[in-house]
């Protein structure tokens, strides 16, 4: 018998606690005290905190699973006896019963049907010879004897392979006919969903919807897409120029270019 510690699952039932976990935020629109998911918090950040709490969240179901392992351990220990008595009693009975029968139904059409063979092919080819042996007509007449034991040695194999499938049905169908104990183990599976669900699910989601930090755990952050996360810092301020309009504009003056003085061949320079 498994026994489990408070507020923890074996690994075989994990799964289980998933897959409840799913439907109620799959199902979250049709039930009132959820209508604020998506507003503070999305389907996905919910999962996370309760899958992070899972502990917490189990603990409040914890009779109720004890009953359901309980019941299922014995459901399976008493399963392995009854299988573990079938073997046994083959093992006892097969050497003594089936295995003699079953060598039997095989080696006699097989024996029987071989000196039917042997019997005939000598008895025909002794009777080709001139002058006749006076013991061939016995040994085809022996041969006959033995196709005719071969036959009744077919039909005796395939009436006990018929007994046998008979009596492997009745036994199937008898062992079929206590379908109690499963019952009883799927009650104790719904008793514990229900208990998980009324008593640890939907109060943690209640509560963290009312508010994010009730549960004592950190609320996953899911950035938006396309949003540009806050680095801690803020963009340097850029202005654009204002236009020529506004504000002095640097001066300056053409240079003054004045042609040279150039006098005549006549003039002296001074």
């Known amino acids: 018998m498994h026994m489990t510690s408070a507020g923890h699952l074996l690994n075989e039932d994990r799964p289980e606690f998933a897959r409840l976990l799913d439907e109620v935020l799959r199902t979250a629109h049709e039930r009132p005290e959820l209508a604020l998911v998506g507003e503070r918090l999305n389907a996905e950040q919910l999962r996370t905190m309760a899958i992070n709490a899972s502990v917490l969240l189990t603990t409040a179901a914890s009779p109720e699973y004890d009953h359901y392992v309980k019941v299922r351990g014995e459901l399976r220990e008493a399963s392995l006896a009854a299988h573990s008595a079938a073997a046994a009693d083959v093992a006892a009975d097969g050497p003594a019963g089936a295995g003699v029968s079953a060598m039997i139904a095989v080696l006699a059409p097989v024996l029987a049907g071989t000196a039917m063979v042997i019997f005939l092919l000598v008895g025909y080819i002794l009777k080709m010879i001139e002058p006749q042996p006076a013991f061939a007509e016995t040994i085809i007449t022996t041969g006959w004897l033995f196709g005719a034991l ?51 699910i939907m109060p943690f989601l209640r509560d963290a919807l009312a508010d994010p930090g009730a549960a004592g755990l950190p609320v996953p952050h899911t950035p938006r897409a396309g949003r540009i996360p806050d680095l801690g810092y803020t963009r340097p301020d850029f202005t654009s120029p204002g236009p020529t309009s506004q504000g002095s504009r640097p001066g300056y003056t053409a240079p003054d270019f004045t042609s040279p003085d150039f006098g005549g061949p006549e003039r002296e320079p001074e």
């Open 150 to 200: 071969t036959a009744v040695a077919l039909l005796c194999a395939a009436a006990g392979l018929l007994v046998t499938a008979v009596r492997n049905r009745a036994t199937e169908v008898a062992a079929d006919s206590g379908d109690t104990v499963p019952d009883e183990v799927s009650r104790a599976r719904e008793a514990w969903r229900l208990a998980l669900l009324e008593r640890g």
